[in-house]
């Protein structure tokens, strides 16, 4: 695979909905085009440079896991063929092909649905606090990276800026509604089911992951944005898995390592990418994508 950088879109005769830390979302008719960038954030700050092929990759994984988790719940994506795309966007095949998807535009839910597998990340921290996850009350004298049975939903708000914050299912149910409560954390933990299944066949664990839904018109319960990307996810090698000790994961973990490394504060600007840690970023991305699909991204 040839290795090319999209910092951001500039699209002409396209109206721009909104430049995300990754992401770029046109206005294309009553629909939308989402264009990944190879923007990487790290710390809620956008990183230079960027990494080659990060948006192709990511736009390849969330359609292998479309494909494969059909049947579970209807998701937003239109096409991801920027030939079967309107004229005002195949205008920019070049720049769009294999890192774009024509979607639904939804009315998209305020709350992030997260499943856990594993005891990492913000879920750790609230565990060693309080000994709950998100309202989830666990046994005493687990440790970091201990695998929970049966995973657990753990819902998070989400932020315009800054981190999102852990919240309980009671939270989520007053948010939302308790009838749509209930069907998010059923259809995520379905959804999380299958991959982590599908996942384990190739000696991949997903430690967690998290999904975003909305509804269309119609008013029916719709997956929307990314899924099972290292962007929103932890995968980790089943081969080396251990509790007890934090994991190799197929994600940015090591950026985030490198930049705590150089004393960043993590306040505006961040330190340059050298090139190495750019081509490690890539090639863990590049990885995981073949782990999980048997092939690059195409």
């Known amino acids: 695979m040839t290795s090319t950088a999209l910092h951001s879109s500039d699209l002409e005769g396209l ?28 710390f809620d700050v956008v990183l230079s440079p960027p990494i080659p092929d990060k948006g192709r990759i990511l736009t390849s994984l969330t359609l292998f896991w479309f494909e494969a988790l059909d049947g579970v719940i209807p998701n937003h994506l ?110 995520t933990l379905t959804l999380y089911a299958r991959a982590r299944e599908l996942a384990a066949q190739r000696g991949v664990i997903i430690a967690d992951t998290k999904f975003e839904f909305g509804l269309d018109r119609a008013g029916r319960l719709v997956l929307g944005d990314e899924i099972l990307t290292p962007d ?19 994600d940015k973990q090591r950026v985030r390592d490198w930049l705590d490394a150089q004393g960043w504060d993590h306040s505006p600007p961040a330190p340059t990418l050298p090139p190495e840690v750019v081509e490690d970023t890539r090639q863990t991305y590049l990885e995981i994508h073949r782990r999980l699909t048997g092939r690059d991204p195409r």
């Open 15 to 42: 109206a721009l909905l909104r430049r995300g830390k990754v992401r770029d979302v046109y206005e294309v008719g009553d629909d939308l085009l989402i264009v990944a960038t190879d923007r990487l954030s790290a």
């Open 78 to 187: 239109i096409t991801a063929d920027v030939e079967r795309m309107p004229p005002e966007v195949r205008a920019h095949r070049a720049v769009l092909a294999g890192r774009s998807m024509l979607v639904k535009r939804l009315q998209m839910l305020p709350v992030e649905c997260v499943a856990r597998g594993f005891l990492v990340g913000s879920g750790w921290k609230d565990y060693q606090r309080t000994g709950e996850v998100c309202g989830h009350r666990l046994p005493p004298g687990l440790e970091v990276s201990a695998r929970l049975d049966p995973p657990l939903f753990t819902p998070a708000t989400k932020a315009e800026v800054g981190h999102d914050e852990n919240i309980s299912r009671a939270e989520a149910a007053r948010v939302v509604g308790p009838e749509m409560a209930r069907r998010l954390e059923e259809v």
């Open 232 to 250: 929103s996810s932890r995968f980790w090698d089943a081969a080396r898995y251990a509790p007890g000790r934090a994991q190799d994961s197929f």
